[in-house]
């Protein structure tokens, strides 16, 4: 079953995750060190652009890696926003130093430094 995620949280395992508030809902991911070969599912049941941080890695990491050649979520940052519609959902795997993004409905962005 998907744990929802309804305020800020941390996250220290992976799993399937339900995220809704009446605003953008900030999720902070574990190390991805400390998780290699968890799987994070994240669905959007509100429509706001809730984001993922990797702001426990060391400042400046960019945890996240998007798809190469895909348009828009290609590159890496410290952060991942989804899209701001109900239902928007994010397929993550942490290979023990970056989160790679796997599959996505709708869109996200990936960003920062």
């Known amino acids: 079953f998907p744990v929802t995620i ?6 220290t395992v992976g799993g399937v995750y339900t995220v809704s ?5 900030t999720t902070v991911m574990p190390l991805a060190s400390a998780v290699p070969g968890a799987t994070f599912i994240f669905r959007s049941t509100s429509a706001h652009a809730h ?7 060391t400042s400046g990491t960019k945890v996240f890696a998007g ?12 952060s ?7 239902g928007s959902s994010v397929y993550l795997i ?9 599959a996505l409905s709708g869109s996200c962005t990936i960003s920062g430094a």
Do not use: C
């Open 94 to 102: 942490s290979d023990g130093k970056s989160f790679l993004l796997n």
């Open 67 to 78: 798809i190469p050649g895909a348009s828009g979520i290609s590159g890496q940052g410290s």
């Open 80 to 86: 991942l926003a989804l899209n701001a519609t109900q």
């Open 51 to 57: 984001v993922l941080t990797g702001s426990q890695e």
């Open 21 to 25: 508030g009446s605003t953008a809902v």
């Open 6 to 11: 309804r305020h800020a949280s941390t996250l």
